[in-house]
Nanobody
Framework: QVQLVESGGGLVQAGDSLKLSCAAS????????MGWFRQAPGKDREFVAA????????YYVDSVKGRFTISRDNAKNTVYLQMNNLNPEDTAVYYC????????????????WGQGTKVTVSS
């Protein structure tokens, strides 16, 4: 059974940093594309970042480019999202997702989802 477990969310102030982690189990992690999405209150789920199975390619939504960094450690079956210079518009529940055997950026292309971790940024 595939399981994705996010951690690292919390309450921070504008300008602070947070690092989210997503631990995967139940599949060969190194063959899957991974992504981070977020959903703010009253809004649709939004793509944030994605990374290829090898980690060699990364993709970001424009609003986080230069502030967020996605990375992965295939030896630890973990994907990370380093978030710097956070602002209140980043407040959301952040979800980790896995796409079997390839990179993806569209929500519908992902096969597995975590339960989410909440990030709140105060002004």
């Amino acid at each position: 059974q595939v399981q994705l477990v996010e951690s690292g969310g919390g309450l921070v102030q504008a300008g602070d940093s947070l690092k989210l982690s997503c631990a995967a189990s139940g599949r060969t992690f190194s063959t899957d594309g991974m992504g981070w999405f977020r959903q703010a209150p009253g809004k649709d789920r939004e793509f944030v970042a994605a990374i290829s199975p090898s980690g060699g390619n990364t993709y970001y939504v424009d609003s986080v480019k230069g502030r967020f960094t996605i990375s992965r450690d295939n030896a630890k079956n973990t994907v990370y999202l380093q978030m710097n210079n956070l602002n209140p518009e980043d407040t959301a529940v952040y979800y980790c997702a896995a796409r079997r055997l390839r990179t993806a950026t569209r929500s519908n292309d992902f096969n597995y989802w975590g339960q989410g971790t909440k990030v709140t940024v105060s002004s």
